[in-house]
Structure formats: C-alpha cells, structure tokens
C-alpha cells in the first residue's frame, strides 16, 4: 500500500509566490536586491514566513520600490483583504 505523504512545512508556510523577477544584484550601498527590493535576510525567509508576512513583506517592499525609483507606489492586482492592526 503506498502512502500519501503530507507537504513539507516549507511548501505549506509559502503561500504565495516569491516577488523575485530574476534580476538578482545586491546594491552593495544598502544591502537590497535592485529586482525585488529584498534584503538577503528577506530572500532566505520567504519561504518560511506564512502568509500574513509575506503579504506585510509584498507592502514593504511596494514603498521601497517607490522610494527607489522615485514613481508612485503602485496599487496592488490582487484583492486580498489586508489585516488592520
């Protein structure tokens, strides 16, 4: 009989899809990834982080976009209710 095994803490903790866009070069001045905007600490979390986080995390990095390039933070595509705190 075969059994089914359950997904690993990794797989069920990432809910959502990393913000990489495969332009990976750290900015030696502050430490953040000039295609995400991630810092090192960031990128190695992800993963872990569950949902909640990741979206906290897709907000902190919507400003540091806008400071970075200087445009408009953009509205986010997806319609998912964020948490007051």
């Known amino acids: 009989m075969a059994t089914i095994k359950s997904p690993s803490a990794d797989q069920a903790a990432a809910k959502l899809p990393s913000p990489c866009i495969s332009v990976c070069q750290m900015d030696p001045s502050d430490g953040v990834c000039l295609g995400c905007y991630r810092t090192r600490g960031e990128i190695a979390s992800w993963r872990s982080m569950n949902e909640v986080d990741q979206l906290k995390l897709l907000d902190v ?16 595509r997806r319609q998912v209710p964020r948490l007051v705190l």
Not at 64 to 71: C, E, I, K, L, N
């Open 61 to 76: 990095l919507s400003e540091r976009r806008a400071v970075a390039t200087g445009a408009k933070r953009r509205r986010p």
